[in-house]
């Protein structure tokens, strides 16, 4: 008898011990997560991305990938082998104990069998599931006791933020938040009864008749003002409701278009056909069901990380395995997150969830504006500090006017620093009336203003019909790639206004413009033949016309007048230029070639380009600029180097042209960088280097700490030796800053560099005396800094926005990443940029997003 108890016992705690350890879970180490291709008709998505899978790999897990999963993602077998993946058939993947997909299990016509049937027993599968329409598909799992993590369940609750993948889906298809919109200027309709639409979960719930009714009205009488509508409505569990009937789509304008993101559920518009793209009575509309399978490699990013935080989130283990959904929990919490993810558990289906405890009665607070932020903030502040800092800054500017006349080498320099100063102030308060849906022309017109880095190669060009020494082969470069830009820049802000244009607008008779811009190149021309000596107006009128373009471009109305003055000024900067140069028949036709070549090349590569490619081709122009500023800095250094031991200013000189090669590099390397993220060359997401911000101060201390052997040793060999040594570092910094940002955030990495290339052609003006040059320089400078600002401040993007010419670029990335990680941002996600260029493009028209989301129609 006692060795029987003796051995019950045993059992006892053996069986006592295996319990427990089911209770806890199964250790990762144990346990296969299989990422399978999908096989539903194009989806070209994967599940699990290979940063995905090495994050998981990391915490534990082992994971096999069915060949070919992601090569629709554009991730490779290798690229899943190289961090530490097993490569395997659709049979093996689909027996692991974890499996993730993005489609719901189906027949496989290619074996002749369900996935299901492929799984293993007792399965944990992690899918986009639609539990309500599926039922035969669950009774089916449940055969197998699976567990199902339904993606569509996520609660929509703040805590379950990172892992709601419908919400991330719907970015990439284009549904993004409605401060997004507001941010464009749209303004929310509102339907006059007021009824809640947060249903279960946070999703859409079925709204009354009454309420129904109202919104028929309203949407009926928008349809007849409205040229783009796009719907996103849908209610969990059931078919999209249909918000637009047929007469309404009916009564449109000709030419209009409806985007149904709710296509796959049916559709918001009674006449879509899903999967389709048609024309009904005029009415263009686009029913695709597979919007985020055309951006597979985004998508399949953002729901690698929705999955991968939800994994995390539900096992916050470090060991083992292990999840619990509970009947009783309360609004917004994690168990809330896992009770209402969790449509079946071992086979049983326990969907759906049972309402949680302590729901929110009130309306959710919306979180503060910009402005609002602000006001509070302006608020703490009071008056006797505000207005101390008020005078200190009026203190410290007119103590620095003071100190730069007592420190210039000669009048020629004061002049140069009051004419600075005029512009910066002009171009400074030129652009912050300017319409969100023109910061793309904007962008695009100052860059081809820019273009007059050209007047310091022509400055700079020598001999007959060739360059004969080193620095005028630079300077003839120089003008010949500015030219690219200057010709190639107008065309394509052309290309951009021409996409506001409606069938129904008002003819255009842009050619009359000509009319002025022969009077003042012309009328010029006349001038120089007569003896008369008027370059400075000439300046004075090009700089006027500048300043005229950068404002035009601020409104719809007038940018096509804008682009117009802008080309007026680059021309009759350029023929000025060459009227005070006077230069030999010969030497003019090697201007005259340099600058028809390079003009010829930018206006048939901005002709050819894809409509959708105009954004950046324009940062691809804009490393012309940048090169353009290095070449012309070292030819001016190389050029007056022999009249150094004689010039007062020769100090001033030096300093100047090695700034300006500084500036010249970051903005060409970084220019380039931005135009492979945007055209896809390069991976968009942001290359997060060890130790980046270490390794770019190292880049910024040497590349000033280079200043102290070329200011002090005045031989040639040195000075060349430092600016080519800064001309590397500075394209080295201009990657490594660009390079840690995301594709998404380029069009302000771009405004930035715009900025940069101001200062450059500042620093040029200064360089070679010229006003020109250093009135465009400072409005494109200063103009390209608030429109940075106007941006950041568009897309939510709370930084630490400093002027400060060498450093505010190098914050950016910082910044970017500091305020994500604090939660600061918005959902700033590369499908957010997408849709804000399709509003853009199309923001002359009138635009209808519908969403369900209480009594707003947003």
């Not at 953002?302 to 395995?321: H, Q, T, V």
Request: proline share 5%; hydrophobic share 45%; charged share 15%.
């Amino acid at each position: 008898m006692p060795l029987i108890a003796i051995w019950l016992s045993s059992v006892q705690l053996t069986l006592s011990y295996l319990i427990l350890s089911t209770l806890k879970g199964i250790p990762y180490k144990q346990l296969t997560v299989g990422v399978p291709k999908e096989i539903f008709e194009n989806e070209k998505r994967v599940a699990l991305s290979p940063a995905g899978v090495q994050a998981l790999i990391k915490q534990g897990f082992n994971v096999v990938v069915e060949s070919g999963a992601g090569e629709a993602s554009k991730f490779s077998d290798d690229h899943y082998r190289e961090v530490g993946a097993k490569i395997q058939g659709t049979k093996e993947v689909l027996a692991s104990d974890v499996i993730v997909k993005v489609r719901a299990p189906m027949h496989n016509p290619a074996l002749g069998v369900h996935e299901a049937d492929l799984f293993k027993t007792a399965p944990t599968l992690i899918s986009f599931i639609y539990p309500a329409q599926n039922p035969d598909l669950l009774k089916k799992l449940a055969e197998k006791r699976t567990t199902v993590l339904a993606m569509d369940q996520v609660p929509r609750v703040t805590i379950a933020q990172g892992y709601d993948a419908l919400s991330s889906m719907a970015n990439i298809a284009g549904a993004a938040a409605l401060e997004q919109f507001k941010s464009l200027g749209a303004e929310p309709l509102e339907v006059d009864i007021k009824e809640s639409g947060e249903g279960q979960g946070g999703y859409a719930k079925e709204m009354s008749k009454e309420f129904i009714e109202a919104e028929m009205k309203l949407f009926a009488k928008q349809c007849q003002d409205v040229d783009i509508i796009i719907t996103t409505a849908l209610i969990p569990g059931k078919k999209a409701p249909v918000l637009f009937k047929k007469d309404m789509i009916e009564s449109m304008k000709e030419g209009s278009v409806v985007v149904d993101l709710a296509a796959e559920a049916g559709g918001n518009i009674e006449t879509t056909k899903p999967g389709e793209l048609y024309v009904h009575k005029g009415v263009t509309h686009i029913g695709y069901t597979d919007l985020p399978s055309r951006m597979a490699t985004q998508a399949s990013t953002l729901y690698s990380n929705n999955i991968i935080k939800l994994l995390k989130a539900i096992s916050p283990d470090k060991e083992n395995f292990y999840f619990d959904p509970k009947d009783q929990f309360d609004y917004g919490t994690l168990d809330h997150v896992i009770r209402g993810t969790v449509v079946m558990k071992d086979g049983k289906v326990i969907f759906p969830a049972p309402p949680p405890n302590n729901i929110p009665q009130g309306a959710p607070v919306k979180p503060k504006t910009v402005a609002e932020l602000e006001a509070e903030k302006a608020a703490t502040i009071t008056p006797f500090r505000k207005t101390m800092t008020s005078a200190s800054v009026y203190t410290t500017g007119l103590a620095s006017m003071l100190g730069l006349g007592i420190v210039s080498p000669n009048n020629a320099f004061t002049q140069m620093v009051t004419t600075f100063g005029l512009a910066g102030i002009v171009g400074y308060h030129t652009v912050w009336g300017v319409t969100p849906a023109l910061h793309s022309p904007l962008m695009s017109v100052t860059n081809a203003i820019s273009g007059l880095t050209a007047v310091g190669g022509l400055v700079l060009m020598g001999g007959t019909y060739f360059p004969e020494n080193a620095p005028q082969s630079l300077a003839v470069l120089s003008a010949f790639i500015s030219s690219v830009n200057i010709a190639g820049g107008f065309l394509v802000t052309q290309r951009m206004l021409d996409m506001f244009k409606r069938p129904t607008d008002p003819p255009e008779y842009n050619y009359l413009y000509l009319l002025p811009g022969g009077v003042f190149v012309g009328g010029y021309a006349a001038a120089l033949s007569g003896g008369y000596s008027i370059e400075q107006m000439m300046y004075l009128g090009s700089g006027l016309c500048c300043v005229g373009a950068l404002a035009g471009l601020s409104t719809q109305g007038t940018a096509r007048l804008g682009n117009a003055l802008g080309m007026i000024g680059v021309a009759g900067g350029l023929a000025a230029t060459l009227g005070g140069l006077k230069p030999s028949p010969e030497l003019l036709a090697q201007m005259s070639g340099a600058m028809a070549l390079g003009g010829t090349i930018g206006l048939t590569i901005a002709k050819r380009i894809q409509i959708t490619d105009l954004p950046q081709l324009v940062a691809a122009f804009h490393s012309l600029v940048g090169l353009a500023a290095v070449l012309t800095c070292v030819a001016e250094y190389m050029i007056e180097y022999p009249h150094f031991a004689t010039d007062p200013a020769a100090n001033l000189t030096k300093i100047v042209a090695y700034l300006g090669t500084y500036i010249g590099g970051v903005t060409f390397s970084g220019s380039l960088i931005a135009y492979g993220k945007l055209q896809g060359i390069l991976n968009s997401a942001p290359l997060l280097l060890p130790g980046r911000h270490a390794l770019n101060a190292g880049l910024l201390a040497a590349s000033f700490g280079g200043m102290i052997p070329y200011m002090i040793d005045p031989s040639y060999t040195t000075g060349i030796t430092c600016l080519g040594s800064v001309s590397a570092l500075s394209a080295i910094m201009g990657v490594t800053l660009t390079a840690a940002i995301g594709g998404a955030d380029m069009p302000v990495v771009i405004t930035v560099l715009n900025s940069y290339s101001g200062w450059a052609l500042c620093a040029e003006g200064f360089l070679l005396n010229n006003n020109l040059l250093t009135i465009v320089g400072a409005l494109i400078g200063s103009s390209g800094a608030i429109l940075s600002y106007i941006m950041c401040v568009t897309f939510f993007f709370w930084i630490i926005y400093t002027q400060i010419l060498f450093l505010y670029l190098y914050f950016f990335p910082l910044c970017f990443s500091k305020q994500k990680e604090q939660g600061n941002c918005s959902s700033h996600q590369p499908s957010d940029s997408l849709l804000c260029d399709f509003l853009i493009q199309f923001f002359s028209y009138k635009i209808l997003f519908v969403q369900l989301h209480g009594g707003e129609i947003k």
